[in-house]
C-alpha cells in the first residue's frame, strides 16, 4: 500500500476514534442532565458553556431552589472528551445573587469558569421570566 493510503486510513481511524470519545462524552452529558432534573424536580437549571480553542473548555451546571439558593454547582473542564462533571460545594448552599457577586465570578482567576456561570445564571433568568403554564410548555397547537 502506499504512504498515502497509510495517512488516509491513519485518519479515519482517529476520526472514527474521537466520533466514539464524543459519543461518551454526550452520554455523560445526559446522564448527569437526567439525574439532576429526576432528583430536584423544583427550582430551575441552567447550563452554560465556554469553548476554549487552546484552552480548555468549560461547562457549569446550576441547579437552584424556587427560592434561588444554589442546590448543585457542577464543572466539567478539559481538553479532552474525557472530562467528568466535578461538583464544586463551595458555591453550594449560596444564593444566586451572592454568586453573581462572588470574586470568583469576576472572571480573574478562571475566566473561562466565570462566564460559563454567567450564561447558566442568565439561562435561570430567562427560565424565570416565562410564565408556568400547566402541562407540557413549548408545544404548539393549531386552533381548530
Known amino acids: ?8 486510513l491513519a485518519l479515519g481511524f482517529l476520526w472514527a476514534l474521537q466520533s466514539l470519545g464524543v459519543w461518551f462524552q454526550m452520554r455523560h ?8 432534573t429526576s432528583k430536584y424536580n423544583d427550582g430551575f437549571v441552567g447550563a452554560g458553556n465556554v469553548r476554549g480553542r487552546l484552552g480548555k473548555g468549560v461547562i457549569v451546571l446550576i441547579v437552584v431552589t424556587p427560592d434561588l439558593i444554589i442546590q448543585r454547582f457542577l464543572v466539567m473542564s478539559g481538553r479532552s472528551v474525557f472530562a467528568k462533571f466535578k461538583r464544586r460545594m463551595e458555591f453550594e448552599g449560596i444564593s444566586l445573587n451572592a454568586l453573581r457577586t462572588n470574586p470568583v465570578m ?7 469558569l466565570a ?10 433568568d430567562r427560565a424565570r421570566a416565562e410564565p408556568r403554564k400547566p402541562g407540557l410548555s413549548g408545544i404548539k397547537t393549531v386552533n381548530a
Open 1 to 8: 500500500m502506499a504512504m498515502w493510503q497509510w495517512g488516509l
Open 29 to 36: 452529558y445526559s446522564d448527569v442532565m437526567k439525574g439532576i
Open 106 to 112: 469576576a472572571g480573574v482567576e478562571e475566566p473561562a
Open 115 to 124: 462566564k460559563a456561570a454567567e450564561r447558566a445564571i442568565e439561562q435561570i
